[in-house]
């Protein structure tokens, strides 16, 4: 492959990577700090009732109910995580539908016989690993769109939601 072609594919990859890395450092940190909001919150919450007794009532209440269900550390919620595999996915798909369509579609005339074949190979590998990943994703959300629905989960959110 062409010094040209492979700085065409590694520096664009280089920025994905550092641009996942920030996005993961960014939303732990978010996450973070809404835990520590919850906790804060929960501890005045207990700090307010006298006894247990106080406590115990006020859990049986609708919104004691609902207070236990905002402490759990990790919320489900399947249509969020299923709307973002099959973004993620078609996303992943279509950028290697467009890899392929480069890869067919690329002048070669400036090529040599060996750079043609090598940046044809590369463009190849790179689209087939695109769609293999989308495709992955894909799978992904209809897998966990049939199982949040046989659990109950859709209906579960949507009634806390009412």
């Known amino acids: 492959m062409s010094d040209n072609m492979s700085a065409a594919i590694v520096i664009p990859a280089m920025f994905i990577c550092i641009a996942w890395i920030v996005w993961i450092v960014a939303n732990s940190r978010r996450r973070s700090r ?64 467009a890899m392929l369509i480069v890869r067919f579609t690329m002048p070669y005339e400036s090529f040599s016989a060996i750079e043609r074949a090598q940046t044809a190979h590369g463009f190849l590998a790179v689209s087939l690993l695109l769609l293999a990943l989308g495709l992955g994703f894909l799978a992904s959300a209809a897998a966990s769109y049939k199982l949040s629905k046989n659990w109950g989960l859709f209906e579960r959110e949507l009634g806390s939601k009412r």
């Open 34 to 97: 809404i835990a520590e909001i919850q906790r804060d919150i929960h501890a005045k919450l207990f700090e307010k009732f006298g006894s247990s007794q106080e406590l115990i009532e006020y859990l049986k209440t609708d919104a004691g109910s609902k207070f236990l269900d905002s402490a759990a550390l990790e919320h489900t919620r399947p249509f969020g995580r299923v709307l973002g595999s099959i973004q993620a996915g078609l996303i992943l798909f279509l950028l290697g539908i």
